[in-house]
Protein backbone atom coordinates (compact mmCIF):
# COMPACT_ATOMS: atom_id res chain seq x y z
CA UNK A 1 0.00 0.00 0.00
CA UNK A 2 2.74 2.42 0.64
CA UNK A 3 4.69 1.62 -2.00
CA UNK A 4 1.30 2.18 -4.28
CA UNK A 5 1.20 5.71 -3.20
CA UNK A 6 4.83 6.36 -3.37
CA UNK A 7 4.24 5.14 -7.16
CA UNK A 8 1.24 7.61 -7.41
CA UNK A 9 2.94 10.60 -6.80
CA UNK A 10 6.06 9.90 -8.89
CA UNK A 11 3.48 9.64 -11.79
CA UNK A 12 1.57 12.45 -11.21
CA UNK A 13 4.57 14.82 -10.65
CA UNK A 14 5.96 13.55 -13.47
CA UNK A 15 2.71 14.58 -15.53
CA UNK A 16 2.86 17.72 -13.74
CA UNK A 17 6.19 18.06 -14.43
CA UNK A 18 6.20 17.38 -18.46
CA UNK A 19 3.85 19.32 -19.12
CA UNK A 20 4.99 22.61 -17.57
CA UNK A 21 8.16 21.56 -19.30
CA UNK A 22 6.71 21.05 -23.02
CA UNK A 23 4.87 24.70 -22.07
CA UNK A 24 8.50 25.84 -21.37
CA UNK A 25 10.38 24.85 -24.90
CA UNK A 26 8.31 23.86 -28.05
CA UNK A 27 11.78 22.58 -29.34
CA UNK A 28 13.29 19.36 -27.48
CA UNK A 29 16.06 19.19 -30.79
CA UNK A 30 17.40 22.29 -28.63
CA UNK A 31 18.72 21.93 -25.34
CA UNK A 32 20.24 24.11 -23.27
CA UNK A 33 20.64 22.50 -20.32
CA UNK A 34 24.40 21.43 -19.28
CA UNK A 35 26.15 18.83 -20.71
CA UNK A 36 28.53 18.28 -17.37
CA UNK A 37 29.09 14.64 -16.51
CA UNK A 38 29.60 15.36 -12.79
CA UNK A 39 26.69 16.14 -9.86
CA UNK A 40 26.06 16.48 -6.61
CA UNK A 41 23.36 16.49 -4.56
CA UNK A 42 21.52 17.91 -1.20
CA UNK A 43 18.09 16.05 0.29
CA UNK A 44 15.87 16.11 3.17
CA UNK A 45 13.26 13.98 3.13
CA UNK A 46 11.09 11.28 5.82
CA UNK A 47 12.60 7.66 7.17
CA UNK A 48 9.96 5.11 7.55
CA UNK A 49 11.21 1.65 9.10
CA UNK A 50 9.20 -1.42 9.42
CA UNK A 51 10.11 -2.88 12.84
CA UNK A 52 6.80 -4.04 14.56
CA UNK A 53 4.51 -1.64 16.57
CA UNK A 54 6.94 1.21 15.94
CA UNK A 55 4.30 3.63 13.96
CA UNK A 56 6.91 7.08 13.74
CA UNK A 57 8.74 8.57 10.79
CA UNK A 58 12.27 10.43 11.10
CA UNK A 59 13.50 13.27 9.69
CA UNK A 60 16.48 12.28 6.95
CA UNK A 61 18.83 13.58 4.81
CA UNK A 62 21.48 12.43 2.25
CA UNK A 63 24.03 13.56 0.45
CA UNK A 64 24.81 11.94 -3.03
CA UNK A 65 27.48 12.87 -6.26
CA UNK A 66 28.12 10.78 -9.18
CA UNK A 67 29.16 10.83 -12.69
CA UNK A 68 27.11 10.09 -16.13
CA UNK A 69 28.14 7.48 -18.14
CA UNK A 70 25.83 8.58 -21.05
CA UNK A 71 22.01 9.88 -21.04
CA UNK A 72 20.48 6.45 -19.70
CA UNK A 73 23.25 5.57 -17.04
CA UNK A 74 24.85 7.03 -13.99
CA UNK A 75 27.34 5.86 -11.03
CA UNK A 76 26.41 7.11 -7.98
CA UNK A 77 27.74 7.01 -4.45
CA UNK A 78 25.30 8.26 -1.39
CA UNK A 79 25.29 8.99 2.28
CA UNK A 80 21.83 9.25 3.98
CA UNK A 81 21.17 9.93 7.84
CA UNK A 82 18.14 7.83 8.21
CA UNK A 83 17.51 9.86 11.86
CA UNK A 84 16.35 9.10 15.12
CA UNK A 85 13.87 7.01 16.37
CA UNK A 86 12.29 6.62 19.81
CA UNK A 87 11.81 2.97 20.50
CA UNK A 88 9.82 3.68 23.71
CA UNK A 89 11.38 2.91 27.19
CA UNK A 90 13.94 5.15 26.96
CA UNK A 91 15.18 3.38 23.88
CA UNK A 92 16.20 4.93 20.46
CA UNK A 93 17.63 3.98 17.26
CA UNK A 94 19.57 6.03 14.68
CA UNK A 95 21.03 5.08 11.41
CA UNK A 96 23.13 6.07 8.99
CA UNK A 97 24.12 4.36 5.38
CA UNK A 98 26.85 4.35 2.74
CA UNK A 99 25.46 3.08 -0.74
CA UNK A 100 26.78 2.28 -4.34
CA UNK A 101 24.46 2.54 -7.15
CA UNK A 102 24.02 2.19 -10.44
CA UNK A 103 21.42 4.62 -11.94
CA UNK A 104 19.28 4.00 -14.67
CA UNK A 105 17.39 7.29 -16.47
CA UNK A 106 14.90 7.34 -19.29
CA UNK A 107 14.12 10.59 -20.74
CA UNK A 108 10.48 11.89 -20.56
CA UNK A 109 11.50 14.95 -22.26
CA UNK A 110 14.74 16.79 -22.66
CA UNK A 111 14.45 18.49 -18.79
CA UNK A 112 12.72 15.58 -17.33
CA UNK A 113 13.79 11.64 -16.39
CA UNK A 114 12.76 8.82 -14.56
CA UNK A 115 15.36 6.49 -13.08
CA UNK A 116 16.06 3.58 -11.15
CA UNK A 117 18.83 2.36 -9.26
CA UNK A 118 20.17 -0.79 -7.61
CA UNK A 119 23.27 -0.81 -6.24
CA UNK A 120 24.57 -2.21 -2.48
CA UNK A 121 24.75 -0.10 1.02
CA UNK A 122 26.26 -0.52 4.49
CA UNK A 123 23.66 0.78 7.08
CA UNK A 124 24.56 1.17 10.24
CA UNK A 125 22.02 1.56 13.24
CA UNK A 126 22.55 2.43 16.83
CA UNK A 127 20.53 1.28 19.60
CA UNK A 128 20.52 2.78 22.88
CA UNK A 129 18.50 1.61 25.67
CA UNK A 130 17.89 2.80 29.40
CA UNK A 131 20.79 5.55 29.53
CA UNK A 132 23.03 2.68 29.16
CA UNK A 133 25.76 2.35 26.66
CA UNK A 134 24.69 1.94 23.26
CA UNK A 135 25.39 -0.73 21.01
CA UNK A 136 26.07 -0.28 16.81
CA UNK A 137 24.57 -2.94 14.04
CA UNK A 138 26.18 -2.75 10.77
CA UNK A 139 24.23 -4.46 7.62
CA UNK A 140 25.68 -4.45 4.03
CA UNK A 141 22.78 -5.41 2.33
CA UNK A 142 21.37 -4.57 -1.86
CA UNK A 143 19.22 -1.47 -1.87
CA UNK A 144 16.72 0.28 -4.48
CA UNK A 145 15.27 3.10 -5.32
CA UNK A 146 13.17 4.76 -8.12
CA UNK A 147 11.93 8.65 -8.61
CA UNK A 148 11.84 11.51 -11.05
CA UNK A 149 14.38 13.90 -11.98
CA UNK A 150 13.47 17.55 -13.55
CA UNK A 151 15.44 20.29 -14.73
CA UNK A 152 14.88 23.68 -13.14
CA UNK A 153 17.78 25.42 -14.61
CA UNK A 154 21.11 24.84 -16.60
CA UNK A 155 23.43 23.69 -13.84
CA UNK A 156 20.70 22.22 -11.28
CA UNK A 157 17.89 19.42 -11.01
CA UNK A 158 15.21 18.71 -8.71
CA UNK A 159 14.60 15.00 -7.87
CA UNK A 160 11.52 13.10 -6.07
CA UNK A 161 13.01 9.99 -4.70
CA UNK A 162 11.67 6.84 -3.11
CA UNK A 163 14.89 4.96 -0.94
CA UNK A 164 15.16 1.30 0.88
CA UNK A 165 17.64 -0.01 2.74
CA UNK A 166 18.18 -3.01 4.81
CA UNK A 167 19.14 -3.17 8.69
CA UNK A 168 19.05 -5.92 11.31
CA UNK A 169 19.63 -5.14 14.99
CA UNK A 170 21.08 -8.24 17.22
CA UNK A 171 21.72 -9.60 13.97
CA UNK A 172 18.60 -11.17 13.92
CA UNK A 173 15.29 -10.15 11.84
CA UNK A 174 16.06 -7.84 8.86
CA UNK A 175 13.94 -4.64 8.69
CA UNK A 176 14.00 -2.37 6.07
CA UNK A 177 14.31 1.40 6.22
CA UNK A 178 12.00 3.65 3.42
CA UNK A 179 13.22 7.42 2.50
CA UNK A 180 10.46 9.67 0.90
CA UNK A 181 12.92 12.67 -0.72
CA UNK A 182 13.10 15.61 -2.38
CA UNK A 183 16.83 16.38 -3.47
CA UNK A 184 18.91 19.43 -5.21
CA UNK A 185 21.02 18.50 -7.84
CA UNK A 186 23.75 20.61 -8.43
CA UNK A 187 26.39 19.67 -12.01
CA UNK A 188 29.45 20.84 -12.35
Same mark, same amino acid.
Given at each position: ???????????????????????????????????????? *? &?? !?? #?????????? %?? =????? @????????????????????????????????????????????????????????????? *? &?? !?? #?????????? %?? =????? @???????????????????????????????????????????
Amino acid at each position: MKLEKIIIMLVLVMISTTSYAARRSYDDTHDNRSASKFYF *G &VG !VG #SMRTDIPNLN %TS =ALSWS @LIAGTAINQNLAVQIGYANLGSTDLGSSAYLKGSSYSLNLVGLIPVTHAVSMFAKFGFANT *G &VY !VE #SGGSAGTTYS %TA =APTIG @LGIQAGVGKMTDLRIAYDNYKFSINNSSTYNADVTSLSVIFKF
